[in-house]
């Protein structure tokens, strides 16, 4: 089974379109966050949300919106696409408290904005 | 081999020989780290995570050293194997008053050689 899956795991489209993620955790974890890879493997958190509540939410584009309909999913959309979103996004949960902090990551979705 | 993290991000060793991959992390209230793994078309997977209240802790042909008077952490694997070859990335927490945020290093290139 898999713990967090992410769809589609390819995304190529045009400048100005608007386009979603989705983020599904079949983990029972508290915490899920995004988190944007550029081309030189440079991982940087952009959300996470706790319990459906963005807890941090980092310097990112207003154009960039996460949506959790309930506590296993987090979708992020992005309005007005533009050639700097290109990227892949990872989507990943956690369950914070107990004597690890680790994260799972899902398997990565790639933008590519053309 | 051993890589000096920022400054080197591609190592390559030969099967059976230690690697020893270096991060330095930039904040000092920092107290807990994780290393991770990323294979190539996959997300980052959990390998061994340290509290800053210890030194060093080991898993299977992995060890974890901090030094915390420089802010300095590594990841040695043991006899490494071809199936070792990936991007590595340590991750160091910070404890916001929104929650436990993440930050991740540039990552390091491990090619091992057959």
């Not at chain 1, 979603?20 to 029972?28: A, R, T, W």
Request: net charge positive; glycine share 8%; aromatic share 10%.
């Amino acid at each position: 089974d898999t713990a967090v899956s992410q769809t589609p795991k390819y995304l190529v489209t045009q400048m100005g379109n608007d386009k979603s993620i989705k983020c599904e955790q079949n983990l029972g974890h508290d915490t899920m966050y995004w988190y944007k890879q550029d081309s030189k493997k440079f991982l940087k958190i952009m959300f996470s949300y706790n319990n459906k509540e963005l807890i941090i939410n980092e310097t990112v584009p207003n154009r960039f919106s996460p949506k959790s309909p309930d506590k296993a999913h987090l979708n992020l959309h992005i309005n007005s696409l533009e050639l700097g979103d290109s990227a892949v996004y990872f989507c990943a949960s956690s369950n914070p408290g107990g004597r690890s902090y680790e994260q799972y990551f899902g398997p990565g979705t790639r933008l590519t904005v053309t | 081999g051993e890589s000096v993290g920022l400054h080197l991000p591609t190592l390559s060793v030969q099967e059976g020989d230690n690697s020893i991959i270096n991060c330095a992390y930039s904040n000092s209230a920092s107290d807990y780290f994780i290393w991770y793994k990323q294979e190539s078309g996959k997300g980052p997977q959990f390998i061994i995570d340290i509290r800053s209240n210890m030194d060093k802790r080991q898993g299977q042909r992995v060890t974890v050293l901090l030094n915390k008077t420089v802010k300095h952490l590594s990841l040695q694997i043991a006899a490494t194997q071809p199936g070792d070859s990936a991007v590595y990335f340590c991750a160091e927490m910070r404890r916001m008053n929104t929650g436990n945020q993440f930050y991740f290093g540039t990552g390091t290139s491990l090619t091992v050689i057959p």
